[in-house]
């Protein structure tokens, strides 16, 4: 399914439905104890998005340091395999919702009920920012400690009240410090309203590394030297680009002839340096297009070259990676390797990457002009917060890591 259409069934069939569940929900209250549950099993609920996957993950940590049970997650089977990154949660402990047609996904909803039950899931925690579907997985867990976002006296945004700890979504602080907020609040043995009453210092959302093999390290080497005849480690220092954005937020696109000046300059700048123009296999068009531009010999279409998980090792023997606001940004952040993202309608105040990186952002009036309260989706068909940001602006941004290179 296409992202509007998901987000035209999240509204259309999502806010009737919570409304229905909310009734239900409060009618079975009634007949029911109201004898606390501690958390043991609980099950984190993110769908949509493969970089929110790693940003939680120091709020899962913390979760799992101070539970006596297991960790649970629910997300879309396209997105799954960003989890399998820094292997918090258990292979088997993951439920993958198929979001191929509506069909499927609502048959896969259903034995996400029944999965739920035989996992004795207790508790969950709602990650996605005011979504109709995952407040009502989150009813349907059958879990007796649900926690996530509430809109409080905030108008629209309506998708029922199953909560039974609700957390404000505070827009002013990077969206990893809201997660650890709703973990704080699943924890917390008194009520309070709304959640979370403390700060969240800095420390708190560090992210873990993953763990590099030498093994590892020389088959994606290898891989390189076959790309590029005559490739040294040690004199050609590899620089990624990631020229792609999802479907989900076209806006992010920096444009590509932008892009092909910038390593234009960059390769020759440095006579040694590799460019490969990372994406997924389905993007190899793309960044052949950009090569094309480029035209030169050490500009590599490398869409595809690696498998999904060794990109930590790419990422690991690479100087550094440009990038568009996207999942390669929140993906290298595992590793120590230097990003430069580029933003436009999301801001790094909430997004950016919690590894070593340098965002560009021009911070325009109207910028960012997606947020929460509208689910993401922008009217903007003149995206100036992107093409203002020019190809001197962004080489003069990344130069520092070029001389460091060059020592």
């Given at each position: 399914?296409?992202?509007?259409?998901?987000?035209?069934?999240?509204?259309?069939?999502?806010?009737?439905?919570?409304?229905?569940?909310?009734?239900?929900?409060?009618?079975?209250?009634?007949?029911?104890?109201?004898?606390?549950?501690?958390?043991?099993?609980?099950?984190?609920?993110?769908?949509?998005?493969?970089?929110?996957?790693?940003?939680?993950?120091?709020?899962?940590?913390?979760?799992?340091?101070?539970?006596?049970?297991?960790?649970?997650?629910?997300?879309?089977?396209?997105?799954?395999?960003?989890?399998?990154?820094?292997?918090?949660?258990?292979?088997?402990?993951?439920?993958?919702?198929?979001?191929?047609?509506?069909?499927?996904?609502?048959?896969?909803?259903?034995k996400?009920?029944?999965?739920?039950?035989?996992?004795?899931?207790?508790s969950?925690?709602?990650?996605?920012?005011?979504?109709?579907v995952?407040?009502?997985?989150?009813?349907?867990?059958?879990?007796?400690?649900r926690?996530?976002?509430?809109?409080?006296?905030?108008?629209?945004?309506?998708?029922?009240?199953?909560?039974?700890?609700?957390?404000?979504?505070?827009?002013?602080?990077?969206?990893?410090?809201?997660f650890?907020?709703?973990?704080?609040?699943?924890?917390?043995?008194?009520?309070?309203?709304?959640?979370?009453?403390?700060?969240?210092?800095?420390?708190?959302?560090?992210?873990?590394?993953?763990?590099?093999?030498?093994?590892?390290?020389?088959?994606?080497?290898?891989?390189?030297s076959?790309?590029?005849?005559?490739?040294?480690?040690?004199?050609?220092?590899?620089?990624?680009?990631?020229?792609?954005?999802?479907?989900?937020?076209?806006?992010?696109?920096?444009?590509?002839?932008?892009?092909?000046?910038?390593?234009?300059?960059?390769?020759?700048?440095?006579?040694?340096?590799?460019?490969?123009?990372t994406?997924?296999?389905?993007?190899?068009?793309?960044?052949?297009?950009?090569?094309?531009?480029?035209?030169?010999?050490?500009?590599?279409?490398?869409?595809?070259?690696?498998?999904?998980?060794?990109?930590?090792?790419l990422?690991?023997?690479?100087?550094?990676?440009?990038?568009?606001?996207?999942?390669?940004?929140?993906?290298?952040?595992?590793?120590?390797?230097?990003?430069?993202?580029?933003?436009?309608?999301?801001?790094?105040?909430?997004?950016?990457?919690?590894g070593?990186?340098?965002?560009?952002?021009?911070?325009?009036a109207c910028?960012?002009?997606?947020?929460?309260?509208?689910?993401?989706?922008?009217?903007?068909?003149?995206?100036?917060?992107?093409?203002v940001?020019?190809?001197?602006?962004?080489?003069?941004?990344?130069?520092?890591?070029?001389?460091?290179?060059?020592?």
């Amino acid at each position: 399914m296409n992202v509007d259409l998901m987000r035209k069934i999240d509204y259309y069939v999502g806010v009737p439905l919570t409304f229905i569940g909310t009734i239900m929900d409060k009618t079975m209250k009634i007949f029911s104890s109201g004898k606390k549950v501690k958390p043991k099993n609980v099950l984190l609920i993110e769908l949509s998005e493969m970089g929110s996957a790693i940003i939680v993950d120091p709020a899962m940590r913390k979760l799992k340091a101070n539970i006596q049970g297991e960790l649970f997650f629910v997300i879309f089977s396209k997105n799954k395999v960003s989890l399998d990154l820094l292997k918090t949660v258990k292979n088997q402990n993951i439920y993958t919702l198929d979001e191929s047609s509506l069909i499927s996904l609502i048959v896969s909803a259903i034995k996400f009920i029944f999965w739920c039950r035989k996992n004795k899931i207790d508790s969950t925690i709602d990650l996605e920012l005011f979504s109709r579907v995952t407040a009502l997985l989150s009813f349907v867990s059958g879990a007796k400690n649900r926690v996530g976002f509430h809109s409080f006296h905030n108008e629209g945004l309506y998708r029922g009240d199953f909560l039974s700890k609700k957390v404000a979504y505070n827009p002013h602080q990077h969206i990893a410090k809201s997660f650890v907020a709703l973990v704080d609040a699943l924890l917390s043995e008194k009520d309070e309203i709304p959640f979370t009453k403390r700060v969240i210092p800095d420390e708190e959302i560090r992210i873990a590394k993953a763990v590099i093999d030498e093994t590892d390290q020389r088959e994606v080497l290898e891989i390189i030297s076959k790309m590029y005849s005559g490739f040294d480690e040690k004199t050609n220092p590899v620089i990624l680009v990631n020229s792609n954005a999802s479907d989900l937020l076209p806006q992010r696109r920096w444009d590509r002839k932008n892009y092909c000046e910038v390593i234009k300059k960059i390769l020759a700048y440095n006579d040694k340096a590799l460019i490969l123009l990372t994406g997924a296999p389905a993007e190899f068009e793309g960044a052949q297009a950009l090569a094309d531009c480029v035209n030169n010999a050490r500009c590599i279409n490398f869409a595809g070259g690696v498998k999904f998980l060794q990109l930590p090792t790419l990422y690991s023997l690479s100087a550094f990676m440009l990038t568009n606001d996207s999942g390669p940004a929140h993906f290298a952040s595992i590793t120590d390797m230097h990003t430069f993202v580029i933003f436009g309608p999301e801001t790094p105040a909430l997004y950016g990457s919690l590894g070593p990186t340098t965002p560009i952002f021009a911070g325009m009036a109207c910028s960012p002009c997606v947020s929460a309260a509208n689910h993401r989706k922008t009217p903007c068909t003149d995206n100036q917060c992107i093409q203002v940001i020019t190809p001197d602006w962004v080489f003069n941004t990344l130069k520092f890591k070029l001389d460091e290179i060059a020592k």
